[in-house]
């Protein structure tokens, strides 16, 4: 495929955008599945494992996700493509839902697990401030809203997936090369 | 004649010997309702709060002749919990506490030590799970209208009695550090 024309600058979005883009859809992904598979298992060093590193990466994300929507508000993205209004509607909103996920699913769970007792310690280093104190309602109110948020996360993600392989596969438009890595 | 000759040590020892007793009755009561023992373990660094529902204590102990006191627990090791309900039911089983096998962790003083200024030194046998170890644990006591409050921490290592075996016996998952702490609420002490 020929993407010369989008590699001009404002074409493409900044590396550091790239970058974050691709780091963060990696963690994200991981940590679904990682939430998902850990969250049937029964007791054991490996699940205790796998619960410590969901909330460390999870926290990661939500630090990740700041500095990210700090240089997305401080960097222009590229331009809209041609697209009929009400794609571009429905994908600016898709946007900024994704956005807002970024930080609602990591809150939900650092809440539920502050709640449940057990506060969050960074990578086994950093204590986290406890936000809500233990509760044991809060707790089971959190670990749902932790779980629904991910799943809308989880659909939005799917969506996003499903409309850049649209742009690609039937378009044909070149909109992914703007989010490519490398040159 | 002779029998009561002979008898009449006896006796008199037997009596002697039932007198501290009788002078420390009645025993100091510990109001378990406002009482409290809990407990904290690392787990992959994260300091997790515990503690156990059910106990019970005895306590014989004048603040002036702490020498002569004695204190002993019984706790209900299934009672052990950290308050959601997923580790609570973890928490009896075979590679933890065992509760069926060894339903009561039991601890008796064996000298108790004034150090001045309320503060006292307990030195005691601790067994849990089979396993007796000495411990010393330092209490310090308050007063106010009638009731004294007892509290004092102390460290156990987990794996000297076995609690968290097998695949839980790795301290870089559960510390072996287990901080003790306790809270008691006692009537019938005598004034400091």
Known sequence: MNSNAFKSPGQRYTGVAIAFHWLLALMIIGSFGVGWYMSDLPMSPTRLKLINWHKWAGVTILALSALRLLWRLTHRPPADLPAPRWQLRVAHLTHGALYALFFLVPLAGWAYSSAAGFPIVWFGVLPLPDFVSPDKPLADLMKERHAVLAWALGVLVVLHIAAALKHHVIDKDGLLDRMRPGR | ?192
């Open chain 2, 1 to 192: 004649m002779s029998i009561l000759l002979r008898t009449m040590p006896v006796a008199l020892l037997m009596a002697v010997a039932a007198l501290p007793v009788a002078a420390q009755a009645p025993a100091q009561k510990v109001i378990v309702a406002q009482s409290e023992i809990a407990f904290t373990s690392k787990q992959m660094g994260v300091p997790v709060d515990g503690k156990f529902r059910k106990w019970d204590a005895q306590m014989a102990f004048d603040p002036k002749k702490p020498d002569a006191g004695t204190v002993s627990f019984s706790v209900d090791t299934a009672s052990a919990g950290f308050g959601s309900p997923e580790t609570d039911a973890e928490v009896p089983k075979a590679v933890w506490f065992n509760a069926a096998a060894f339903p009561k962790a039991t601890f008796q003083s064996s000298a108790m030590k004034a150090l001045g200024g309320g503060k006292f030194e307990v030195a005691g046998k601790l067994a849990i799970k089979g396993s007796t170890r000495d411990v010393v644990v330092p209490v310090a006591l308050a007063q106010s209208g009638g009731m004294t409050t007892a509290t004092g921490a102390f460290t156990i290592k987990r794996l000297d009695f076995k609690i968290g075996d097998g695949e839980w016996a790795d301290t870089s998952m559960v510390a072996n550090d287990v901080q003790v702490k306790f809270k008691l609420t006692v009537t019938g002490i005598a004034p400091l």
